[in-house]
Nanobody, 126 residues
Framework: QVQLVESGGGLVQAGGSLRLSCAAS????????MGWFRQAPGKEREFRAA???????NYADSVKGRFTISRDNAKNTVYLQMNSLEPEDTAVYYC????????????????????WGQGTQVTVSS
């Protein structure tokens, strides 16, 4: 089993930055594809970014050029660097692990992930 714990959310003004962290338990972190999703009240969980076992990345169109996903396998941690934040980015952000991920690809569908963190709130004021 894998436990995921997000941190780093908070309140920031438009144009500001935050870095989210997701710490994972277990000794097999390097075998997981990792993703970040967001969810606002009453809405579906929405893909933001993913990173594969090989380090290949994929981003939702609305965050390209602003967000960067990275991983540190030695620390069992995945990060989401969020720059040029906009009010539309406001949501609860979740990290997720895909235990069945292949080397070069990581899914963009929430239903393909096996483990989820509890979420961290990101609020961007105008």
């Amino acid at each position: 089993q894998v436990q995921l714990v997000e941190s780093g959310g908070g309140l920031v003004q438009a144009g500001g930055s935050l870095r989210l962290s997701c710490a994972a338990s277990g000794r097999t972190f390097n075998t997981y594809g990792m993703g970040w999703f967001r969810q606002a009240p009453g809405k579906e969980r929405e893909f933001r970014a993913a990173i594969s076992r090989s380090g290949s990345t994929n981003y939702a169109d609305s965050v390209k050029g602003r967000f960067t996903i990275s991983r540190d396998n030695a620390k069992n941690t995945v990060y989401l660097q969020m720059n040029s934040l906009e009010p539309e980015d406001t949501a609860v952000y979740y990290c997720a692990a895909d235990a069945g991920s292949r080397w070069y690809t990581t899914p963009t569908e929430a239903g393909q992930y096996d483990y989820w963190g509890q979420g961290t709130q990101v609020t961007v004021s105008s």
